[in-house]
């Protein structure tokens, strides 16, 4: 069973930038698709990006062009690169690694405000 732990978290103002990763252990990390999540107070759980094993990504339409997601499989961590934050991107941010039995990290919180 693969452990994920997000990391990189914070408070920033609108503008700002934010790094998450997403370490994983216990398990073959570069076989799988991993991707990011993430959950606003009160709303369902939401699909941000995906990247596959050899690093082909999608985003949700309203953070293309604002984030990217990368991997390095050598350490077994997935990053968020977060750029031009808005209010709207507030929420815990979970990672999941989409093997046959999808695995989640316990989430980190991004607050985004002026």
């Known amino acids: 069973q693969v452990q994920l732990v997000e990391s990189g978290g914070g408070m920033v103002q609108p503008g700002g930038s934010l790094r998450l990763s997403c370490a994983a252990s216990?398990?073959?990390?570069?076989?799988?698709?991993m991707g990011w999540y993430r959950q606003a107070p009160g709303q369902e759980r939401e699909w941000v990006g995906t990247?596959?094993?050899?690093?082909?990504?999608n985003y949700l339409d309203s953070v293309k062009g604002r984030f990217t997601i990368s991997r390095d499989n050598a350490k077994n961590t997935m990053y968020l690169q977060m750029n031009n934050l808005k209010p709207e991107d507030t929420g815990v941010y979970f990672c999941?690694?989409?093997?046959?039995?999808?695995?989640w990290g316990r989430g980190t919180q991004v607050t985004v405000s002026s």
């Open positions: 990247i596959t094993s050899v690093g082909t990504t």
């Open positions: 216990g398990s073959i990390f570069a076989m799988y698709p």
């Open positions: 999941v690694q989409m093997a046959r039995d999808w695995s």
